[in-house]
Structure formats: C-alpha cells, structure tokens
C-alpha cells in the first residue's frame, strides 16, 4: 500500500511544476487553444462542452509532460496529435455508449434505426464531407474500406469475400485513406 | 488549414503505414521501423492519429443508405431495418433476432456487478471465468477478433480460456492489460490500479502523455505492478507480489501482513457497509498481520482489542475503534 500512494503523489509534482516549463505549456497551450478547439468540434458529437472537456484534458496532459523537447520542436503537431488521440478515446466511448442504445432499441422491436443526426454543426458536417470524399473514391476502393470499417472484417476476410490478394486490400486501404486526407484537409 | 505543418508526404506515409498496420501481418521488424517512425517526429505522429480518426469517423456512417447501396448483399440484409417491410412477419421476427445477435457482437456490453460485500462467480461464453469481487463492475464485449473487458469499478480475477487469435484484454482507465490463456488479479483503488500475475504471461498497455499506448509492463506468475490510473508511467516498476494475500479474497478472507491499521481498516471496509472507523491517530499507524474472514467484524475488533488495548464502541451502522486509554 505504501507503493500505492508513491504515484498519486508523485502526479502533481511532475516536473512541469516547474514554474518556467508551466509557463512554456501555457504559453504555447493558450498560442494554439482557439485552432484547436474549432479542429476538436469537427471531430466530435458532442457538442460545446465536450470540446471543452478534451481542452482540458490535453492541457492537463501538457503539464504532466516529463520532457518539453518534443513539444518545444513542433508545438502545434504535439499538442495536436495530444488531442487527436483524447478524441479518439471520446469517440470510442461514444461508439459503445451507442452500440448499447442499439442493443435495446432491438430488443424492443422498434425499428427506427436511421442515421440519427446528432451532435454540433460542426460536427453534422465533418460527416457530409467524409461521406463525399468516401463516394468520390472508386467503387472497389470503397468497398474495401467500408466492409473493413462497418463490418469490423480483418484483411484476410475481406479478401476473401473480394476474390482478391491481402495485400490489394492494403493498398486500397492506404489509397482510401490517402484521399479521404487530402478531402478532409480543411478540418485535419 | 495544417497543410503548413504536415504536408503531403507525411500524410502518403501516415497512410501506408495505418493500413499496413491494420494488416495484422506486420512483421517485428517493420513495427520497429513504424515505431522509429512515428518517434522521429511530431507531425508523423499526427498524421497517423489524424489517419484513425478517420477511420472511426467512417465508423459512424455505418448506416448510412448510400453508402451500404454496394455493400455486398448477405451482410446488408441482416443488417439494415429499412429491408424488412417486405419480408413476412415470421422473417421479420428472425431478422429481429439476427440482428441482435450480430448487434450483440459488435457492440453490446453485458455488465456484471456486485454490491459492498458481495461477491460473484461470472462463467463467459468462451470458458474464461471472471471472479469479482465486492463493490466492483465489469463489462464484457466478446467481437470475433477480440475479447474486451472493462473494469470500472473494484477488483476482478480473470481465468482466461486459452485463445490465441483471440487476445483478452482487460481495460481500466484507458490503460489494457492483455493475456492469452492465463490467470490475472487487476483492482482499482482510488486512482491506482494495480495488476497481479498468478499463471501465464501478462502484458500491460498504458497510455503516454500523447495518448499513444504503450507497454508498460510484461510479467510472469508471481509478479505484479502498480500504477496511477490518470497517469501509468508513475508506476511502482515490475515488483514480486505475494500471491496468496492477492488472491485471499476469491476465498472470503483477507490477507495482512504488516500493514498499517488504518491501511488495513480501510481495506477491511470494502467488504462491508457497517464500517469500522478508527478514532484519532493513536493506532493508525499501528502494524497488524493475520487473515481474516470477510463479515467477520467480531475477529477483527477481538484482535485490536487484544494487540493493540483498543477500546470498542458498536452500533448498528458503524465500530468505531479508539486507542488505549
């Protein structure tokens, strides 16, 4: 149990306490937040107070940083790619939040599972710009990346439902996501 | 509006990589390769999340009419709701219950909890078993290519059933604790979770400061680790655990061994809603060994009374325990 409370207490004397290193996060945090907070709309349901809540979350991750050099080299990709992975994480959670909701909705024999709009503008948004950039892609190319996405289907098995070689279904994947990037530049 | 900071290149990269990744067929070496990779550079590491996220965002399309127009047929039908008007009632029915079960993969989470002092045996499909222990909840997602549990609450032993394309992984805090075909203790106490190994090998996951996972720990039967759950990388490092106090609770006891007695009460209460409360400082820092029966009150307030001169007083919510006169 001693072990137990070493770390808890450690926490808050991470050496971003350091107060010239808080005032380099801070300073560069507050340089960015407004770019951020419209990048994080746009990738979210949720509306304004989730945005809020990743905010935080990344500047808290900002100031328990053991080492500023990777975040004093690129400022902006660091603190970016901090909240794109809390995002994810948000999203995740959405995701099975929903699956439940899904679940019961069956059991209950209801039948309106339609694409519920939800979520910000910003968000509604992102979704009809994915959606364009998903149909623009050539059809088998599509495809791939569909089934590997809805379907949760592994490689091998997309493959084998396409007639086609594992490594084709690599290279749509990779050709899909090359182009839903460069679609999606303006929100990335 | 980021073209400044991660140009083109970078995204191809990113790309490639993503998918290669999600190959399952990388090869130790290329994970080598991506890992030097993405440390190289902040933007590389930016462009694969970016590359994910997509990913999941396309996930959320999933029902969406146009995109399912040339999906391959048999999958569609189970399960889009907008077909079934035009099958008989019966069909409908099946299609219903199809439908659940395909839902029940993919998504649902069953939930299995216990109240303060209960504890529960819960057998899984696959033949794992999962022992939780008092005031604990865990939620069980069985997909084709993954077993996935999340404690949320208290503490849990896992048995896993051997299965090795189908690793089992226990998440806690954003933090994963991966095995195939072993047996494991994790618990979550007040911000820090703290596994122990008793057969097999286990991997921990924990997430950096970036949010990247990464292994924080790989142990053998008879080892353990400790960790903040709001931040892994303060840990207590690879450390011998003793087995039989880990694992005394699957058998209603509790297991001390020279542990503070305020540490040693507070442990005690997990298990009971009629808590024992320690008045003043006098005894907290007091050692105390021995095993005791869970629901046992009695024991516990014998056993201050005669090694430390406790004095007693119960009723029926609380014990409250003050120091020798």
């Known amino acids: ?188 | 509006m980021n073209a400044e900071v991660v140009d083109e290149a970078i995204r191809m990269a990113a790309a490639d990589w993503l998918a290669r990744c999600d190959s399952g067929a990388m090869s130790a070496a290329e994970q080598r390769e991506l890992d030097h990779w993405l440390e190289a550079d902040a933007r590389h590491r930016l462009a694969f999340a970016q590359c994910r996220q997509l990913g999941l965002m396309t996930n959320l399309l999933r029902d969406d009419p146009e995109l399912n127009a040339d999906l391959p047929p048999v999958r569609k039908v189970v399960r889009r709701g907008s077909y079934w008007r035009w099958f008989g009632a019966a069909a409908a029915m099946l299609m219903i219950a199809l439908a659940t079960v395909l839902v029940r993969q993919h998504y649902a989470i069953d939930y299995y909890q216990t109240n303060i002092g209960a504890q529960r045996v819960v057998h899984l499909d696959d033949g794992s078993t999962l022992m939780l222990n008092t005031d604990s909840r865990v939620g069980v997602r069985y997909s084709r290519d993954q077993r996935d549990l999340y404690l949320e609450r208290g503490e849990a032993f896992f048995m896993v059933a051997k299965n090795r394309q189908r690793p089992f992984v226990v998440h806690v805090r954003g933090s994963e604790v991966r095995a195939v075909g072993t047996a494991f203790n994790v618990a979550l106490r007040a911000g820090d979770v703290r596994v122990a190994v008793t057969q097999g090998i286990v991997e921990v996951k924990a997430e950096d400061a970036a949010g990247d996972h990464r292994q924080l720990a790989r142990m053998l039967p008879g080892q353990g680790i400790d960790f903040a759950a709001a931040n892994p990388q303060q840990n207590s490092g690879i450390a011998p655990v003793n087995l039989e106090r880990v694992t005394a609770w699957q058998t209603s006891r509790i297991y001390f061994d020279n542990d503070r007695l305020e540490d040693a009460i507070a442990e005690y209460n997990r298990y009971t809603t009629r808590k024992v409360v320690l008045v003043g400082d006098a005894l907290a820092d007091e050692r105390i060994s021995g095993v005791f029966n869970i629901g046992d009150p009695e024991a516990l307030v014998f056993a201050l009374k005669q090694g430390f001169d406790a004095r007693v007083t119960e009723n029926d919510q609380r014990i409250l325990v003050l120091g020798p006169r």
């Open chain 1, 1 to 188: 149990m001693a072990v137990s409370k070493a770390p808890l207490r450690l926490v808050s004397a991470s050496p971003a306490g350091e107060p010239a290193d808080r005032a380099l996060v801070e300073k560069l945090y507050q340089s960015h937040r407004g770019a951020l907070c419209n990048y994080v709309a746009r990738m979210l349901p949720g509306g304004q107070q989730d945005v809020e809540v990743i905010l935080q979350e990344t500047y808290i991750r900002l100031l328990r940083l053991d080492n500023l050099q990777h975040l004093r080299d690129n400022p902006r990709a660091y603190i970016f790619t901090v909240a794109t992975n809390l995002v994810r994480d948000s999203l995740r959670r959405y995701m099975r939040r929903r699956g439940d909701a899904h679940e019961r909705f069956d059991e209950g024999e209801h039948e309106s599972r339609e694409p519920s709009p939800q979520g910000s503008v910003e968000w509604q948004q992102s979704l009809q710009q994915l959606k364009r950039a998903l149909l623009q892609l050539k059809p088998l190319t599509r495809k791939i990346f569909l089934l590997s996405r809805f379907e949760e289907m592994t490689y091998p098995e997309v493959a084998a439902a396409l007639s086609i070689s594992t490594r084709s279904v690599e290279r749509h994947m990779s050709t899909a996501l090359k182009h839903l990037q460069s679609e999606l530049n303006d929100i990335l």
